[in-house]
């Protein structure tokens, strides 16, 4: 068995990945893959990409190194990768640490994610705690771009940051098994985002399928609609209302570089500028 002194003796290693490696679920893969393999040492997101520290002889590092590129996380996109020896350090287990060193940011931003099937699942599965919730999310889709207020990428630095876990997101955020493990956009109808809808005359609307069931009769007569996600303002019409297309056209004049976009319920669509 080696001795304490043999052990804190290992090399520490480190990895550099640049490119779409932030806000795509790399931290959260990083750490199982650690474990899973017993090695010691930390990740990080940091404003040049992401950076890995593991206590390993070299073989082990590269293995390791080898190991995460081919799990990559499918929305990853990973432009260059360094491994080099480090400054000896002792780590205790593995884990997921923040940058305490503001820098300019050199990275690539997410865009952000359409829902995924998991989600897609939940969102419409009885009795899930997050049926019907519209601000459904996990690791893997939701905004990314539209609610990042700096870098690198942190809840605290989106537009999330005001919306604190509840007990259950937070037991899914900390467990390792969960998809949502370390899903800095995590949240449900306990502590997330609330729907309201406010109405021209001025009251307010809270409940959410009352408010779905007023867009969707709005919709339909033709009206425009303001939607103001975590993002930013989408505005909405009927595409299949020509009246309607027409006013919000009329609308929009004073913007001539903004398009519109027709959804249709094909897997396909169609742009024509505003």
């Known amino acids: 068995m080696a001795s304490a002194t043999q052990i804190q003796a290992v090399d520490t290693w480190h990895m550099h990945l640049s490119g779409l490696v932030q806000g795509v679920g790399f931290r959260p893969l990083v750490y199982q893959l650690a474990t899973a393999a017993g090695l010691q040492g930390a990740v990080c997101n940091d404003a040049d990409g992401l950076h890995i520290w593991v206590n390993a002889s070299a073989q082990a590092a590269a293995h390791f190194l080898q190991a995460i590129l081919a799990a990559a996380p499918?929305?990853?996109?990973v432009t260059h990768s360094a491994l080099v020896k480090?400054?000896?350090q002792t780590f205790n287990g593995f884990t997921i640490v923040l940058a305490d060193t503001p820098k300019a940011p050199r990275l690539w931003i997410p865009p952000d994610f359409a829902l995924c099937d998991d989600c897609r699942r939940e969102l419409h599965e009885a009795g899930n705690r997050r049926e019907h919730y519209p601000f459904i999310t996990c690791t893997t889709c939701g905004p990314r771009y539209s609610i990042i207020q700096q870098l690198p990428f942190e809840r605290a630095f989106t537009t999330m940051e005001p919306f604190t876990l509840c007990d259950s997101c937070a037991a899914e955020y900390n467990n390792v098994d969960d998809r949502r493990?370390?899903?800095?956009?995590?949240?449900?109808?306990s502590c997330g985002v609330q729907m309201t809808l406010a109405l021209p005359d001025g009251s307010v609307i809270t409940d959410t399928?009352?408010?779905l069931e007023q867009l969707l009769t709005t919709l339909q007569a033709g009206k425009i609609l303001a939607i103001k996600g975590i993002g930013g303002f989408l505005l909405l019409t009927d595409a299949g209302?020509?009246?309607?297309?027409?006013r919000?056209?009329?609308r929009k004049k004073?913007?001539?570089?903004h398009w519109q976009s027709c959804i249709h319920h094909c897997p396909c669509w169609s742009s024509k500028p505003a």
């Open 254 to 257: 004073d913007q001539p570089n």
């Open 74 to 77: 499918p929305r990853s996109v």
């Open 241 to 246: 209302n020509a009246t309607a297309i027409d």
């Open 86 to 88: 480090a400054e000896p």
């Open 209 to 211: 399928a009352a408010v």
């Open 181 to 189: 493990f370390f899903a800095q956009t995590t949240s449900c109808p």
């Open 248 to 250: 919000l056209r009329n």
